[in-house]
Nanobody
Framework: QVQLVESGGGLVQAGGSLRLSCAAS????????MAWFRQAPGKEREFVAA????????VYAVSVRGRFTISRDNAKNTVYLQMNSLKPEDTAVYYC??????????????????WGQGTQVTVSS
């Protein structure tokens, strides 16, 4: 089992940047593919980005491609989400998730085994 704790959320103006971090503890971090999801009020949780166990393969939602970058540091047991050119529609609670199938990058909530508690990102216009 792995425990996940997100940090780095906050309030930012449109066009600004934030970097989210997700620290993992428990089992070996490199055993997991990692992902970020987000959930806005009244909406379903949606996929943002995912990264395989080594960091060599990444996938993104169309809505964030070119603005967000997912990365990981296995030595620090941490996955990151660099968010640039933020828009008000990026406002949501952001969650990191871990999948024991470390080489297949899934885009669905049901594809992930472990979740963090979330961190709020608010983008003002």
């Amino acid at each position: 089992q792995v425990q996940l704790v997100e940090s780095g959320g906050g309030l930012v103006q449109a066009g600004g940047s934030l970097r989210l971090s997700c620290a993992a503890s428990g089992r070996t971090f490199s055993n997991y593919a990692m992902a970020w999801f987000r959930q806005a009020p009244g909406k379903e949780r949606e996929f943002v980005a995912a990264i395989n166990w080594s960091g060599g393969v990444t996938v993104y939602a169309v809505s964030v491609r070119g603005r967000f970058t997912i990365s990981r540091d296995n030595a620090k047991n941490t996955v990151y989400l660099q968010m640039n050119s933020l828009k008000p529609e990026d406002t949501a609670v952001y969650y990191c998730a871990a999948d024991e199938t470390r080489t297949v990058l899934r885009r669905t909530v049901s594809g992930y085994d472990y979740w963090g508690q979330g961190t709020q990102v608010t983008v003002s216009s």
